[in-house]
Structure formats: structure tokens, C-alpha cells
């Protein structure tokens, strides 16, 4: 049986998709069979963000009004064998109900040992979908005082659905910002939060599906998941130096 996770956010453009497509990658690089379902209906990013939109010929709509099998609407993500992409159609339609959506899902729990899902921006019908469908939620937020209001109300309303995992991973963390003092630190916004902090990913314009490496963060935040290892990336001590005390007082 899979894990289903979802990833979610309240706030939207926060890096919901950037980090189901790396923490998919890194999760079949450890072997995993892994499957990321597309569910931001209408907004479909993860295809793209993952190179693979050029290729998409059936999405979740076909599969859910039966013009193809699951496997035929499913992508494998190119020179990586067991990592799969479920895509999201281009338009809304009225297929996308709770149970149908949920259907497809417990088919792919039998076929893969993770199922991520990427989540819509808010907390409207999309995101009450998207949440139906996993057991656990990877809450991802940056630090910004409007996201972490956002990730608030979400971790308070999946607090209502227990037993349900939630993590929190903090992107876009500018460690050069937070040593001035200037950004709140991950680790202030787990502590907000007051959930299992899971991941840090810094602020980097290179970050995309293509470049991985072993010190990446989404390796570690996979390897948290998978392995219930507790690291972190730590992106605010090499900014720490006599400038930057002398800068905070
Ligand atoms: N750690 C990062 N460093 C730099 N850019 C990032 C990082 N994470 C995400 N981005 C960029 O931020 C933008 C938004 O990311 P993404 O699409 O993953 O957010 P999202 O939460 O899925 O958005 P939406 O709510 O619209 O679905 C993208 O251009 C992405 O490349
Ligand atoms: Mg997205």
C-alpha cells in the first residue's frame, strides 16, 4: 500500500509543485515506485515542471470518463524508471468529484509506494479534493508572513482529520536575509507552525527537476520522509559572519 501524501499550501506560487516533482525524483532515486498526480485542475503545472508537457496524449479526465486506462494516461519522467506523472486536464469539468478522484487514487495505492499529490492554491473545493484523496500532508510555505498565515489555517483544518501526518517544509529561504535579520528562519516558521519540520529548501534559481545532486535538499527531505531521518539543510550559517552580526545590531 502507498503513502499518499499531499502537498499543500493555502497560499499560492509558494512551491507546491517545484517540490512534488524534486521529491518525487529523489524518492525514486532511492527506489521507490513513486506516482505524482496532478490536481491542480485547470492550472496543470507538474508536466511542465517536470519537461514532460510536450508528451501528455491522455490526462485524469480521460481516465476518469473512461476514454483510456490508467497506464496509458500516465508519463515515466525521462531516465527515471519508477517515477510516474498522472497529469491534470486543461479545464475544469464536472467529473472531478471527491469519489471519482478518490477511485483513481486507491487504483494507483496498489501499483506504487508513493502517491503524491499536488495540490490547488487555497482551500476551496480543489484542496478539500486533494486532501480526501492522502493520508498525510506536506505543508509547504515559505518564509513570508502571508504564508505562514495561509499554512496556519490549512494545518488547522487538517488538525480536524486525524489521524492525518502533516510536515512542513519551508522554500525559498534566503539565508543571506535571514542572518541580517531581515526573513523569519525555518526554524521560526516549524515553531508558528507547530509542526514536524521536514524540510528546508533555500531560495536558488537553479532549482529545477533536471540537476540533482546528493546534498540536495530534496535527497534529505526524502530522506526524512522515507527513512524518518531529522536533518535539515542548513542555508543560514554560511552567511554568518562579522558583517552580518555587525549588520543585526
Ligand atoms: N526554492 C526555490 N527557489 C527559486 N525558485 C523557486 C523555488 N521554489 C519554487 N520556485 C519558483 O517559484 C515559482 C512557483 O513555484 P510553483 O509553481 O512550484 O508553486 P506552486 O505553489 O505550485 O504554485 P501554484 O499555487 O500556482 O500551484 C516557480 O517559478 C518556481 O520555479
Ligand atoms: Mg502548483
Excluded at 482551500?123 to 504564508?147: K, Q, Y
Aim: a neutral charge.
Amino acid at each position: 500500500m502507498a503513502r499518499k501524501i499531499v502537498l499543500t499550501s493555502g497560499k499560492g506560487g509558494v512551491g507546491k509543485t517545484t517540490v512534488c516533482a524534486n521529491l518525487g525524483m529523489a524518492l525514486a532515486n532511492r527506489s521507490q515506485r513513486v506516482v505524482a498526480v496532478d490536481l491542480d485542475v485547470g492550472l496543470n503545472n507538474l508536466d511542465v515542471a517536470l519537461g514532460l508537457d510536450n508528451r501528455v496524449v491522455f490526462d485524469l479526465v480521460d481516465v476518469l470518463e473512461n476514454r483510456c486506462r490508467i497506464k496509458q494516461a500516465l508519463l515515466k519522467v525521462d531516465n527515471v524508471p519508477t517515477f510516474f506523472v498522472m497529469p491534470s486536464c486543461h479545464q475544469s469539468v464536472r467529473m472531478f468529484t471527491c469519489e471519482n478522484v478518490k477511485r483513481i487514487i486507491q487504483r494507483l495505492d496498489e501499483q506504487f509506494d508513493y502517491v503524491l499529490i499536488d495540490c490547488p492554491a487555497g482551500m476551496d473545493a480543489g484542496f478539500i479534493r486533494a486532501v480526501n484523496c492522502a493520508d498525510e500532508a506536506l505543508v509547504v510555505c515559505t518564509p513570508h508572513l502571508s504564508a505562514v498565515r495561509d499554512a496556519d489555517k490549512v494545518v488547522r483544518y487538517l488538525a480536524t482529520l486525524s489521524p492525518f501526518s502533516v510536515g512542513v517544509v519551508v522554500n525559498r529561504v534566503r539565508g543571506d536575509l535571514v542572518a541580517q535579520g531581515k526573513m523569519l528562519s525555518p526554524m521560526e516558521v516549524f515553531a508558528l507552525l507547530g509542526q514536524k519540520p521536514l524540510g528546508i529548501v533555500a531560495d536558488d534559481d537553479e532549482i529545477n527537476c533536471f540537476g540533482q545532486t546528493s546534498a540536495n535538499p530534496f535527497v534529505i527531505l526524502a530522506d526524512n520522509l522515507h527513512f524518518g531521518t531529522q536533518k535539515l539543510l542548513d542555508v543560514v550559517t554560511p552567511y554568518k559572519n562579522f558583517w552580518t552580526r555587525l549588520f543585526r545590531r
